[in-house]
């Protein structure tokens, strides 16, 4: 497993030493920098306008965008006008991954999941499904059940601790017939804690995705693609698994669900996900405010761009009538495919 992290500290520091060479630019602007709405402006679109991954991928014209924005700005409007500018602008990006940051506000964007039904009610879960009898891992990386004879683990983001519980989480699952393993509303979190979880299903050495790094000032400069590997485990589960995604399984689950279709026991069930296939980077404004944006692209092995997200092999909403009568119809579902 350490093998996995250093590989992925190694291209995580490539990622930086090209940042910061290109155009030698630094990670943080400089604080000499003028400190202006009409600066900041400035500074925060070239900086897109170069670094940004997905311009063409998405065909997203940014310098129109400067033409009608750009007019909308002058040094005494007040900050709160100012940062509605900015929002407006970098809504047009429709990216997770992209996000403003100032003392009185913060934008994100949410329309990947806004506009799809939810697919999700934690509350039928608790209520119908677990009876209070689900149980925790330290860390509270993993909750878990059994339903039936089969075993369910919810993972509800990738930032918790004690990942490596996955371990005697299957060993005490090893009577199931099969596994369901939902992240619906996992935000995501660490790639690595997703690794850690999709290798201990997984019996060889497999390629799961390509990363390519903005590395120029053009919206087509990229580096070569690097692969990324799920490492095989000692003593991995092979037995059926059922992967529940909803389009807010986004970011490092939206990985996660990459390296499982990698996993020929594995079925993928629900809605598409919500996607988020680029690595963030954080940069800072000359007044203070901070932004992110993602500046590299990830490939499935087959070469397909999974930033607007992955589709299930079997597609299933919750239904209205089975959330009447307090059933989960995913989870419905992936209990008869793994009971067949």
């Given at each position: 497993m350490a093998n996995i992290k250093n590989m992925r500290f190694s291209l995580w520091l490539l990622g930086i030493i090209i940042f910061t060479l290109?155009?030698?630019?630094?990670?943080f602007i400089k604080p000499d920098k003028e400190n202006t709405h009409i600066s900041n402006f400035e500074i925060l679109w070239n900086d897109f306008d170069k670094n940004y991954s997905f311009f063409e991928y998405k065909r997203i014209n940014w310098d129109s965008l400067y033409s009608v924005y750009r007019p909308l700005v002058h040094n005494e409007m007040k900050n709160r006008d100012f940062f509605k500018v900015l929002n407006q602008l970098l809504f047009h990006l429709k990216d997770g991954h992209v996000n403003l940051s100032a003392p009185f506000d913060y934008t994100r964007f949410s329309e990947y999941y806004?506009?799809?039904p939810p697919n999700?009610?934690?509350d039928l879960l608790e209520r119908n499904y677990f009876n209070n009898q689900q149980m925790y891992t330290k860390g509270g990386a993993y909750e878990y059940i059994w339903l039936g004879n089969i075993g369910y683990i919810r993972i509800s983001?990738?930032?918790?601790?004690?990942?490596?519980?996955?371990?005697g989480l299957l060993t005490y699952f090893s009577n199931a017939k099969g596994i369901i393993i939902d992240i619906r509303n996992n935000p995501g979190g660490d790639p690595y804690n997703a690794e850690i979880v999709a290798s201990h299903f997984n019996n060889v050495k497999r390629v799961y995705a390509f990363w390519k790094w903005k590395n120029g000032p053009k919206h087509s400069d990229f580096t070569d693609a690097f692969p990324y590997y799920i490492e095989a485990s000692e003593n991995p589960w092979l037995k059926p698994v059922a992967l529940l995604t909803n389009r807010s399984s986004f970011s490092a689950s939206n990985d996660f669900t990459l390296m499982m279709h990698q996993l020929p026991h594995v079925i993928h069930l629900g809605d598409t996900t919500g996607g988020g296939g680029g690595v963030p980077y954080y940069r800072e404004l000359p007044n203070g405010w901070t932004y992110r944006f993602s500046r590299t692209q990830t490939l499935s092995p087959e070469g397909e761009n999974v930033e607007f997200g992955i589709s299930p092999h079997v597609l299933q909403y919750t239904d209205t009538n089975d959330f009447i009568n307090g059933k989960d119809s995913m989870i419905e579902k992936a209990l008869e495919i793994l009971d067949n």
């Open positions: 290109s155009g030698c630019e630094k990670l806004l506009k799809a999700f009610n934690y983001d990738f930032d918790a601790s004690g990942f490596g519980y996955i371990e």
